[in-house]
């Protein structure tokens, strides 16, 4: 049996769930990780007695009574891990700071203890890749138009910048993506479309935080691509045609917006490919707009973006796809 894939998520991770039945297929299994959980669920050491000698390393999670040591496993799928979760036996925040704190370095030390195996992603990678303006500017080098874009906390720019638009403009956040009123409230933050009434409405809010503007792109059709290792799969989101998804696709459900197979330009496929081959990534999921003209337009790169959504809607093999990637089959794309 082939060693399993170390995997390093949370507990409420569905694309782990289906890959890790695709690789019982294959004869591979996973150790799972859920990292909110490993103040309560382990137990583990890391000793170095010798200085010679590499760190002894064992893991113990009660939940799934699974164990693993530093040769259990070979590759590591980077996932979606989350902050350790701090039991409410421990009340005083300050306590709570200092436990999460240690854990957050920890963690990052000991993935950094593994960067000779082999990563889906590599999660120093993840960090260099997962910025916006970089990211723009290398879909620029590598071809790829972007739309005209703007970060400010001067008003005065924006306008200067909404003017050069014709004050079609689209306003989106760098990362925040909403937060949690109580538990029946919620709010959330999706990219909006907006002309110069609505652009005056909020100007001078602009200076409490960077503003990000860009020209709004006319759509036909927006383009999700997930690449593994050098498998390129493009679902076509229909997000014209319901009102409400006209500027962001995620402001509804998406299960409700119509998503057909898309066969992507090859010229366009290369450049994504060598989009991840700057980042040393192995996966990655890309937001693209094609058009009414026929021109593709690169929005950005989320190097640890969701999927599975995808393959629902669509049936393109993803998780399969993942399975044999992370077992090495198929596949020379590891770095």
Known sequence: ????????????????????????????????????????????????????????????????????????????????????????????????????EEYDYFLRSFYTLYANKKWVNPFWSLRHSNQKLPNLELATKLGLKVPKTIVTNNSDKAKEFGEKCSWSLLVKTFHFSGFVVNQTEAWHCFAKRINKEEFEEFAETII??????????????????????????????????????????????????????????????????????????????????????????????????QWYWIEELTKLPMAKAMAKFLLGINSNSWG
């Open 1 to 100: 049996m082939m060693k399993p894939i170390l995997l390093i998520t949370n507990k409420c991770d569905v694309h782990a769930d289906f890959v890790a039945i695709e690789l019982r297929k294959m004869g591979s299994d996973i150790i799972r990780m859920n990292t909110e959980d490993i103040f309560a669920n382990s137990n583990f050491f890391l000793e170095k007695s010798e200085l010679q000698e590499p760190w002894k390393v064992k893991f113990n999670f009660q939940d799934s009574s699974q164990t693993f040591t530093d040769e259990s496993f070979d590759t590591v799928w980077y996932r979606k891990p989350e902050r350790v979760e701090i039991e409410n036996l421990i009340i005083e925040d300050h306590a709570k700071f200092f436990i999460q």
């Open 208 to 305: 409490f935080a960077p503003t990000f503007l860009q020209e709004y792109i006319e759509k036909s059709i927006e383009l999700r691509v997930t690449i593994i290792g050098d498998e390129v799969f493009t679902a076509a989101i229909h997000s014209q045609e319901i009102e409400k998804t006209k500027s962001d696709w995620r402001a509804i459900d998406t299960y409700q917006i119509k998503h057909t197979v898309y066969d992507l330009p090859e010229n366009i496929a290369n450049k994504l490919l060598a989009f991840n081959r700057h980042y040393s990534l192995v996966f990655s999921t890309f937001d693209l707009i094609l058009t009414p003209d026929g021109e593709y337009y690169f929005l950005e790169c989320n190097p640890n973006g």
